[in-house]
């Protein structure tokens, strides 16, 4: 999941489709981000490779709209509506995800339990 | 017995003659003494009186303030260290004259005491606790006073200092590097630690210190020269006629100007304090506080000790041998080169293998479970055998070990009993060989990330001078404000707040602290016990205005019945936290305590407009609050904003560190784009941040 200067980066990822809800003036999603290029990778509590500067879900709010659809406090965010999240400063990052004009965000995330998945159902048929 | 013009007396007086021949070197010994040490000891002395001199040269030449402090520590070291060796050399000059004499009346034996062997002594990362007060570290108001400390190690006769360290209140722990190896030292050694230090305030320089004082400081001796001196001076039970009024033993201290180092603290270790590993040791502080040397020490001493005796590291006997094992064929002696080093009789089958590092042909235990006796005379060989017992695991295995000859198995005896002996003297040196580090000359200093105090991991509780001192930056703000013009998009509803602002501003600079003067339903500033989210009846976008419990700024914004948010007075804590993060360079109470208040009542981002729910748990609450690095002001900056928030604009807060966000459900509120991105902008350039940002 990390980033190989030079290789592509490849991961399983799940699509969420977060419904932005409307709080009189404000969007809100209902999760919190950290991270970013910008940032120090260390402190990430959430990331396996600690070198990793990618966009991580560090907080839900509980029955929020990113609850609902499926988010996971751990989850690395690859990508909002198309834009590419793993190489964003956290500003970035964050500006992606509370345009104003968009009243939905769809995500690619990838966390560990998915690659695992993967794993596992490929194990189980033989290849052809 | 001994006439007063004797050379041999054991006191000098000083500037007597005796001390001036001492001084030049000249000094011959009588015919009693043994002229080879004594002339090593006088060599020292010359050296250390040389180097004396140049420190004192220096001292008085040196403009630098470092320069001076170090100069002023090789000055304390070479007189530590002439005093050693002078006391030192009337010690034997003592022994001497004792020997003589009981020589003289009796005929003494030849000495049938068993020495045990000496060994090498390291002690190395040394770690001196502090025990600031916390409002000392934090206020950091003032000066920084600083001292200088260094540590001076002696054990026997020799004397070493560590490097420098220049103390002041942002450190919680005095720490040397250095690693010293004292290479003679019997088991027991007393090593004593003395920690001294020396103000190095600004002021301080040559001509500053008053005259009279400064000679007074200079030719006076320290508590422990002086302590030093009358043990020296201690008449041994063959001391003649003191020299009358027993004048110090000490050639003049010059006097300098220039700084000073006094004792501090002060240990002494010895071998039951030697272990392989870290232990704490206490100190017995001298020295109080009024002293300008003065540091407050929490009381105690972290170092590793260790030990290697030189029967562990060196051979201690070896030869020719022939063993058998017990029960194995009477006559299959094998004959072997032993040689009993630490823990083992190695035996190695042709001495050449010893130098060739090959593996020993078999290893006979030597250890403090070793049974070694001496069986009969073996009725062929004449000669005593040897048997060596050792228990592995449950079994008794003995071997019998044999030589050629009677002198030889006595020395091997011998040698075996003195073994025994420095096993039992060394004790818990003996079980296993420590490690002792030399420092490698060409090392480099190990580049330690910046390592988290425990003042950082300390929760603080509420404590007036931080409230007050959030107060005072949150009223300055609104001050700053009323000046400013409204930025951002407030929608038109917030004009009508402006009025009721200006009023409460002008009151929120004495009420910031208590709810007190305002007549609407007090905020009242987080205590603990207290629930951190009042809710009066603000109430915007449907909810009650309750301010975040982390921020005073609540309490300033407590005043209306109307229901409003706060468009403005809330945009300018965000960048209220300028000043703080000018005016100090550690904010670490103010971020800490906001940060667990925050973790307490509401997270960043909901100000007034989160209702009134008890504060959601985060998942991330429970995250350490100290991270490495201490807290940054941006995290009293954002947590402010956050919590001052307009209802009206929509961008995210960002908080600094791992302080959880604010409560879900209730509706956030983001700041104006403009002071999101001024907040974002300090936020960022702190590299310390890990940021989050709520969506």
Redesign the interface.
């Known amino acids: 999941m990390s980033f190989v200067p030079g290789q592509p980066v490849t991961a399983v990822v799940e699509r969420v489709e977060i419904q932005k809800l409307r709080?009189?003036?404000?969007?809100?999603?209902?999760?919190?981000?950290?991270?970013?290029i910008?940032?120090?990778p260390g402190?990430?509590?959430f990331s396996e490779d600690k070198s990793d500067k990618g966009i991580y879900v560090?907080?839900?709010?509980?029955?929020?709209p990113a609850d609902l659809a499926g988010l996971k406090?751990g989850d690395k965010i690859m990508q909002v509506n198309g834009w590419d999240m793993t190489m964003v400063?956290?500003?970035q990052?964050?500006k992606k995800?509370?345009k104003?004009k968009e009243d939905v965000v769809r995500l690619l995330v990838t966390r560990k339990s998915l690659e695992e998945a993967v794993k596992h159902s490929k194990g189980c048929y033989p290849k052809p | 017995m001994f006439c007063r013009n004797q050379t041999a007396r054991a006191t000098v007086a000083r500037g007597s003659a005796l001390e001036m021949e001492i001084r030049r070197g000249k000094f011959r010994k009588s015919v009693f003494l043994d002229t080879s040490q004594d002339s090593d000891i006088q060599k020292k002395i010359d050296h250390e009186i040389r180097m004396r001199d140049g420190a004192c040269k220096l001292l008085a030449a040196c403009s630098q303030k470092d320069q001076a402090l170090e100069a002023a520590k090789s000055l304390q070291t070479c007189s530590t260290r002439i005093m050693a060796y002078m006391s030192e050399l009337q010690r034997m000059k003592e022994a001497q004259v004792m020997q003589k004499v009981t020589r003289r009346s009796s005929d003494a034996g030849p000495m049938d005491d068993r020495l045990p062997c000496k060994g090498k002594v390291a002690i190395s990362d040394l770690r001196i606790p502090l025990m600031w007060k916390d409002t000392e570290y934090f206020k950091n108001k003032g000066e920084l006073h600083r001292c200088a400390v260094f540590c001076l190690l002696q054990l026997g006769e020799e004397i070493f200092d560590t490097d420098m360290v220049i103390v002041d209140r942002t450190l919680t722990d005095i720490c040397f590097d250095n690693t010293i190896v004292f290479s003679e030292a019997s088991p027991g050694f007393e090593l004593r630690v003395e920690l001294y230090s020396c103000c190095s305030e600004d002021d301080y320089s040559a001509g500053s210190t008053p005259r009279k004082l400064a000679s007074k400081l200079s030719s006076s001796l320290g508590r422990s020269a002086g302590k030093k001196l009358r043990a020296a001076m201690e008449p041994g039970p063959c001391s003649p006629v003191s020299n009358g009024g027993g004048a110090p033993l000490l050639l003049p201290v010059p006097s300098v100007p220039g700084p000073k180092y006094h004792l501090l603290a002060h240990t002494t270790l010895s071998l039951s304090h030697v272990q392989d590993s870290f232990r704490t040791h206490d100190l017995i502080i001298s020295g109080n506080e009024e002293c300008s040397y003065w540091l407050p020490l929490y009381g105690s001493m972290c170092c590793r000790l260790a030990a290697q005796p030189h029967c562990m590291t060196q051979q201690m006997m070896s030869g020719c041998l022939k063993v058998k094992q017990c029960g194995g064929d009477p006559q299959s002696w094998t004959k072997v080169h032993a040689v009993l080093k630490g823990t083992s009789l190695f035996c190695y089958y042709r001495q050449e293998d010893v130098e060739a590092n090959v593996e020993p042909a078999f290893t006979i235990g030597i250890n403090k479970e070793t049974r070694i006796r001496a069986s009969e005379k073996d009725p062929l060989s004449k000669v005593q055998n040897i048997c060596i017992s050792n228990h592995y695991g449950g079994e008794e295995v003995t071997h019998t070990v044999t030589t050629d000859s009677r002198e030889e198995t006595h020395r091997w005896m011998e040698a075996f009993w003195q073994h025994f002996y420095d096993m039992s003297q060394w004790k818990q040196c003996c079980d296993d060989l420590m490690k002792i580090e030399l420092p490698s000359p060409r090392k480099p200093a190990p580049i330690t990330p910046k390592q988290g105090s425990l003042y950082h991991e300390m929760v603080i509780e509420s404590s007036d001078d931080l409230s007050s001192t959030v107060s005072d930056i949150l009223a300055r703000r609104m001050q700053e404000l009323e000046l400013r013009s409204q930025l951002g998009t407030s929608p038109t509803w917030m004009s009508a707040f402006e009025e009721s602002n200006a009023r409460c501003t002008g009151r929120s600079r004495h009420c910031t602290r208590m709810s007190g003067h305002s007549p609407c339903t007090p905020h009242r500033l987080p205590r603990s016990p207290v629930s951190p989210h009042r809710c009066p009846q603000l109430g915007l976008l449907s909810s009650d205005a309750s301010l975040t419990s982390d921020s005073d700024s609540h309490c300033s914004t407590s005043p209306c019945s109307h229901h409003h948010g706060w468009p403005d007075p809330t945009s300018s804590y965000s960048l209220l936290s300028s000043s703080p993060s000018r005016l100090r360079p550690r904010t670490l109470s103010l971020d800490a305590k906001l940060s667990t208040l925050r973790g307490r009542g509401y997270g960043g981002g909901g100000t007034f407009q989160c209702s009134c729910q008890p504060p959601p748990s985060s998942p991330l609450a429970p995250l350490p609050i100290s991270s490495r690095s201490p807290r940054s002001q941006h995290s009293t900056q954002t947590t402010l904003s956050c919590s001052s928030s307009t209802s009206s604009n929509s961008s995210s807060n960002s908080e600094g560190s791992h302080s959880p966000e604010s409560s879900e459900g209730g509706p956030f509120s983001r700041p104006s784009p403009a002071r999101r991105s001024l907040r974002n902008l300090r936020a960022r350039l702190d590299p310390r941040n890990w940021l989050q940002s709520q969506v």
């Open positions: 709080q009189g003036e404000n969007l809100i999603l209902g999760f919190s981000i950290g991270g970013g910008d940032q120090d402190q990430n509590p560090t907080r839900i709010s509980p029955k929020g406090i400063t956290h500003d990052a964050r995800l509370t104003k």
